[in-house]
């Protein structure tokens, strides 16, 4: 609950932030001298509800989605003795952790992978392909939970949904900014809005996302740093770093995460030059670099 609250006192108080930002600038009464009747107040509330809680909703329901999504078997009841272990590791990592226990659950993929999920860190989901029990030794298993546990304990799913939020927040404020100044500068709409402020609305919110989402990509590939610190922490440096090197061995083999999960799980495709940001995770031969330099 605590970070829920954080969660709506961060976005609170950028609300606060911005308002007195754009009194002190003088923006409202340059606005109103070319005749742009827009309340920024209202706008920036407005944006923010919408913003906020398509990113909040996302999260509160994100275990279920993840299900879903990559059709998850949640292990309840052992059946075999790898199911006991992994549930018997994952409580070992979280306790020491000091988090609660997360549900374990194993998803059909033919590719090593994994990913944690979930509104607060004592009630997450972590989950592992049966790729990556076939092709891993339970050493390196047990790091790849490792690094799961360390993005619940880091709080990384909540984070991310606000930064989301907060993009989410002014790309549609600066893109309804410029859509009602140029319906009115440029087409003249003396009344209400028309059919230039929603093309340029929405065009304007195709590329201020675009670019936005460099900056909630490049959260994504710092916390995956901290994440592989976390699973050192956990599981043992050398560990984590032999489960790096399992999956930098399969690079260029297809990753079927769903797109919606993909920033969650350990491994993705490999990006380079101008698509590296946008991609959720910095290569894998950065992330073991900083682990043999002990960052």
């Known amino acids: 609950m605590m970070r829920i609250f954080l969660f709506l006192a961060t976005n609170i108080a950028i609300l ?23 309340d920024l107040r209202a706008l920036l509330i407005f944006c923010a509800v919408f913003g906020m809680s398509g990113s909040l909703v996302s999260l509160l329901i994100s275990k279920w989605m993840a299900k879903r999504s990559t059709r998850t078997q949640v292990i309840t009841q052992p059946r075999n003795s790898e199911e ?5 590791t994952v409580a070992e990592l979280s306790q020491k952790a000091g988090i ?14 994994a990913f944690a999920t979930g509104w607060n860190k004592n009630a997450a989901l972590v989950a592992v392909s049966e790729g990556l029990l076939r092709q891993m030794r339970p050493n390196e298993v047990r790091a790849v939970l490792a690094h799961e546990i360390g993005h619940v304990a880091n709080g990384d799913m909540i984070t991310l ?6 993009v989410n927040t002014f790309v549609m404020f600066f893109a309804r900014i410029i859509g ?46 901290r994440a592989d610190a976390a699973g050192a922490h956990l599981a043992g440096r050398q560990d984590m770093i032999a489960a790096l090197q399992r999956l930098q ?12 999960l993909t920033a969650f799980g350990i491994r993705t495709g490999t990006k380079k030059d101008f698509a590296a940001l946008f991609s959720s995770h910095p290569p894998l031969e950065k992330r073991i670099e900083a682990l043999r330099n002990g960052s």
């Open 180 to 225: 009602h100044t140029v319906d009115r500068v440029v087409f003249k709409t003396e009344r209400g809005h028309g059919i230039g402020f929603y093309v340029v609305t929405f065009i304007t919110e195709m590329v201020l996302g675009i670019l936005a989402s460099t900056i909630v990509m490049w959260f994504s590939r710092w916390r995956e740093f």
């Open 161 to 166: 949904s606000l930064i989301q939020g907060v």
């Open 100 to 113: 609660n226990m997360p549900e374990v659950g194993i998803f059909p993929s033919p590719a090593a992978n």
């Open 84 to 88: 006991r272990w992994l549930l018997e």
């Open 16 to 38: 606060a932030v911005a308002s007195i930002s754009l009194s002190l600038l003088g923006v409202d009464s340059y606005m109103a001298s070319n005749n742009v009747d827009l």
């Open 249 to 260: 061995a399969q690079q260029g083999l297809p990753n079927d995460m769903p797109d919606e």
